[in-house]
């Protein structure tokens, strides 16, 4: 094609290292086998090649020309529409296999690229070739479309395209990657065995091997033999692998010796696979032997070598051997990678060579590498703090941020935990409201939660420190995250009330009513006692009222200067319901107030809710001074008030003394309530009263001359039985 202006550069997919020299920071030494194919990938087309130099040498004002270039664009950017068809056809006309390859290249859609791909042959713009094909395989099996892959394989021959190995091999280690083994071996036993080489071989044991077919592989490996194939050292090194892998030590020793005796020398993976074998059975010092075996025989370690032994010699216990391990790698000019340090850091912790592992850390920052394993950072930081080293653990956080490492909740809590114990509350508190000002605690990634033990010493400062809004508005984050904490409650409650917002306090005492959290009584008396100093004895109340909905039982002094607070307040009723609370509790005490609110209950007309608090004080064993209340409710000329007392002195069989009763009658028959009067008279005289009363007369006179001739007649035969009968003595108090 005359014009590619600018070529991607061509990066062959299909053999990557299993496992190359230098360790990846995103592989696990374990996760793969510790080789490198022997296999180098297939070189582009010549013309490919040409291309790619041309395009390295043309200018950035031919970009806008490059159809290549516009047309990935465009696959990139837009969905597979008619419109867009049309448009590639007025880019490109013709394409040619270059052009085709790298914009297949070049597409990070694969489903766009599957479009174009199939396009172009359905519109009879292109026919693919071996490397269009290969190429679209390979990118169907990096995003798992196995189904497209396979179908596009197997439709080769319809094509009259011959199969090509590599093709097989890609997706064979797509089916090994999804760990679909049974699609693998199917699709390698359709490879014809003129074109099977030990590449295919090779992916097929990569793939058996990662899901434990060790009796599979072997078959497999004999098979290879019959077919007089010959192993490579990387099919060694993937065997060896495997069999570690699946913890056969004696079949991955017999693998090893079969590769000496073809002739076939170990090399640094070779070495790689078989001491961190050897590690993973505990065998230490076999590990070391060929840790210098390897190097006597001028094979120089790689990472991965001394990030093996470093591992293996951690797992053992032997930290300062791993130190030295560490030393040398970096003597012989080797740098350390993530997984080194993320190996090495925790056995320092566990060592407590705490010093050597604050050395590390400050190596990782210099050089900006982050461990794989974020975790390292919280067990370093605990071993810190648990050694008395704040400042080395507050350094530990400071290199999380400059690593660009998310810091958690859990991390701060640990610090700020551990600062309370020490009594350093004012650093404690800076490194809250850094937590609280970034809303750490709400990120839903935290894999580190902050714990009571680190919440409750700082929100307790806080709220003894008059800061409690402070210490709420940090607490309301933790609850977001479903934390429900009896004692963070209670100490804002005791804040709040003690600062003089009661009504912040409340709505906290409020919530954990709804929620069903237990609450603590002396928060509550204080909640109270911060009402009542406000004048608010109403709220008060109310408060008093959660109290006891919560179970707890207020003492005598809590229950009287709530009730004298509402009677100064001119709340009777309100203290009248505090003062039914307090009787229904067993609480028999401050009496002297009991009488006032019940005499204030009289004298304002609620004579019902009186008699009810009577009958309950006496239910519970405590009589009120009836003679008193009548006596001033006489004085105040409360006349309704003083006979409905009366009837219930006289139906409960009290005994009053009888001046009480003169004055009740002198009341009523002054206001002229004669019948009234009579009825009270007979219901003396029918429990055995005296009949001394001075204005019995003149009570049946009046009646007499209200035409109430039958009442007064009957009040007058009473009083003469009487007269012939002295009243008993019990029916009236000396």
Request: aromatic letters at 8%; hydrophobic letters at 40%; proline letters at 4%.
């Amino acid at each position: 094609m005359a014009s590619t202006s600018k070529l991607l550069k061509w990066r062959p997919t299909l053999h990557q290292p299993i496992f190359s020299s230098r360790l990846s920071t995103s592989t696990s030494i374990a996760a793969e086998p510790l080789s490198e194919p022997d296999h180098s990938p297939p070189d582009p087309p010549p013309q490919q090649q040409s291309q790619t130099f041309q395009s390295q040498s043309s200018s950035s004002s031919s970009q806008s020309s490059n159809p290549e270039l516009i047309i990935t664009r465009m696959l990139n950017n837009r969905d597979w529409t008619t419109r867009l068809q049309n448009s590639i056809r007025s880019i490109a006309p013709k394409f040619d296999s270059n052009l085709v390859y790298n914009i297949l290249h070049a597409t990070t859609n694969p489903d766009q690229a599957l479009n174009f791909y199939r396009w172009l042959e359905r519109v009879n713009l292109f026919t693919h070739d071996t490397n269009t094909t290969l190429k679209m395989i390979q990118i169907l099996t990096r995003y798992s479309k196995l189904n497209h892959a396979r179908c596009i394989l197997l439709d080769l021959p319809k094509k009259n395209l011959p199969y090509d190995e590599d093709m097989f091999v890609a997706l064979i280690e797509g089916y090994g990657r999804a760990g679909i083994v049974q699609e693998a071996v199917k699709i390698f036993q359709k490879l014809d065995s003129n074109n099977k080489t030990v590449k295919s071989y090779d992916a097929l044991f990569k793939v058996i091997l990662r899901r434990g077919r060790y009796m599979m592989a072997k078959r497999l490996y004999n098979a290879m033999l019959r077919e007089g194939i010959e192993p490579t050292r990387h099919t060694y090194n993937i065997l060896l692998w495997g069999m570690f892998l699946s913890l056969r030590l004696d079949t991955a020793v017999r693998f090893y010796q079969d590769m000496k005796s073809k002739g076939i020398e170990p090399d640094v993976v070779t070495y790689n696979t078989l001491i961190h074998g050897y590690f993973r059975f505990k065998k230490v010092d076999e590990a070391e032997s060929l840790f210098a075996e390897m190097k006597e025989k001028n094979l120089m370690p790689t990472v991965i070598s001394y990030t093996t032994m470093l591992k293996g010699c951690v797992d053992a216990g032997r930290v300062d051997r791993a130190v030295e391990v560490f030393e040398e790698m970096k003597n012989s000019g080797i740098k350390p990678n993530a997984v080194t340090y993320t190996t090495l850091l925790p056995g320092l912790c566990d060592a407590d060579k705490l010093v050597e592992a604050s050395n590390v850390l400050g190596e990782m920052v210099a050089r900006y590498i982050a461990p794989k394993d974020n975790s390292v950072f919280m067990k370093l930081m605990n071993c810190q703090c648990e050694a008395g080293n704040l400042d080395d653990a507050v350094n530990v956080l400071k290199a999380m941020i400059r690593l660009s490492i998310p810091t958690e909740a859990g991390h701060y809590g640990l610090l700020i935990e551990n600062f309370c114990k020490a009594n350093v509350y004012d650093r404690a508190e800076k490194l809250l409201d850094k937590l609280v000002e970034k809303d750490i605690i709400l990120r839903p990634e935290n894999s580190f939660e902050m714990g009571p033990s680190a919440y409750n010493p700082m929100i307790e400062y806080l709220c003894d420190n008059g800061r409690t809004v402070k210490a709420e508005t940090f607490f309301r984050q933790l609850m977001k995250k479903g934390v429900l904490d009896s004692v963070a409650f209670n100490n804002l409650i005791r804040g709040h009330s003690k600062e003089g917002n009661p009504e912040s306090a409340l709505e906290i005492a409020t919530i954990m009513s709804r929620r069903g959290v237990p609450s603590d009584s002396d928060s509550y008396r204080l909640l109270i006692e911060s009402y009542l100093r406000k004048g608010e004895p109403a709220d008060a109340k109310i408060a008093l009222d959660h109290m006891l909905e919560g179970g707890h039982q207020p003492d005598s002094s809590l229950y009287r200067s709530v009730m004298e607070s509402l009677f100064e307040d001119g709340r009777v009723q309100t203290a009248s319901r505090v003062m039914k609370s307090m009787v229904e509790k067993g609480v028999m005490e401050n009496m002297d107030l009991v009488s006032k609110i019940l005499e204030a209950l009289f004298i304002r007309g609620h004579v019902e809710e009186a008699l009810g608090r009577i009958d309950l004080l006496m239910q519970n064993g405590c009589e009120p001074d009836f003679d008193h209340l009548l006596s001033i409710l006489c004085e105040k000329e409360k006349r309704i008030a003083a006979l409905r007392l009366l009837d219930f002195v006289l139906e409960k069989d009290i005994i009053i003394d009888f001046s009480n009763y003169d004055k009740v009658l002198d009341t009523l028959l002054a206001a002229g309530k004669t019948l009234n009067a009579y009825s009270v008279l007979c219901k003396i005289l029918a429990k055995g009263g005296a009949t001394d009363w001075s204005s019995r007369d003149l009570l049946i006179k009046s009646l007499n001359q209200e035409g109430n001739t039958k009442q007064a007649d009957i009040l007058s035969r009473m009083i003469k039985e009487k007269v012939a009968s002295p009243p008993k003595k019990a029916s009236r108090a000396t």
